[in-house]
């Protein structure tokens, strides 16, 4: 059974370009959520997506766009990158039956923007 | 706010017990979680309390609520160099258990001396 899987893994960008990260969720779970996470600090929340809609989103600007497909799998795009997007993007996944909120992380995907 | 505050830095022997100090913000979260994150690597999840529990024991962990001062602990009983690791407390907020964002601490950086 395949995890939270992410891509890509590692990318290198410039100031003002757009970037786009993936997620496949863990089999059987329909929700995506999307976090920040810079060096040494706690993961912060980005938005979350069930049924192809966003349901929740945290204190990021609209450069930070998102989408989930039939098949739950998502995509995080940045648009206009700061040097301050510089991070490791997590995607977790749950399933909205499960009332403990239980999340499973992806490995992330590290974004340097130059 | 939403600040969930952490110690950022404990060093134990190998075989001693570890005690991770957590305090959080918002005495209705239904849950509360601690994650472990090790270099270069997503996030895990160790273990999670209902917030109607005091104490909750899986193998070595043991976690430990006081709702009346927002505090949370995670002992981890015979500490091993594997436990060498980041640890991340987290509480939901802002709806119920499977829509609710979670709430990282900054985490804290365990250490363990062979």
């Known amino acids: 059974d395949a995890g939270v899987t992410q891509s890509p893994t590692h990318l290198i960008k410039t100031r003002g370009q757009q970037v786009t990260l993936r997620c496949s969720p863990k089999?059987?779970?329909?929700?995506v959520s999307w976090y920040q996470q810079a060096l040494g600090q706690g993961p912060q929340f980005i938005f979350q997506?069930?049924?192809?809609?966003?349901?929740q989103r945290g204190n990021f600007p609209d450069r930070f766009s998102g989408h989930q497909f039939p098949n739950y799998s998502s995509e995080l795009n940045v648009n206009a990158l700061l040097l301050g997007d510089s991070a490791l993007y997590l995607c977790?996944?749950?399933?909205?039956?499960?009332?403990?909120?239980?999340?499973?992380f992806g490995e992330g995907s590290r974004l340097t923007v130059l | 706010g939403e600040d969930v505050e952490q110690s950022l830095f404990l060093s134990v022997r190998e075989g001693d017990s570890s005690v991770i100090n957590c305090t959080y913000t918002d005495s209705s979260s239904t849950y509360l979680y601690w994650y472990k994150q090790e270099p270069g690597a997503g996030l895990q999840l160790l273990t999670y309390i209902f917030s109607n529990m005091d104490m909750k024991q899986d193998q070595r962990l043991t976690v430990l609520l006081n709702k009346k001062d927002k505090h949370l602990s995670l002992r981890i009983a015979d500490t091993q160099t594997g436990d060498s690791a980041i640890y991340f407390c987290?509480?939901?907020?802002?709806?119920?258990?499977?829509?609710?964002?979670?709430?990282f601490g900054q985490g804290t950086t365990l250490q363990v001396k062979p």
């Open positions: 089999s059987g779970h329909d929700t």
């Open positions: 997506y069930y049924e192809e809609e966003e349901r």
């Open positions: 987290a509480e939901i907020l802002g709806g119920s258990s499977n829509t609710g964002k979670l709430i």
């Open positions: 977790a996944s749950s399933y909205t039956g499960v009332t403990t909120g239980e999340l499973f």
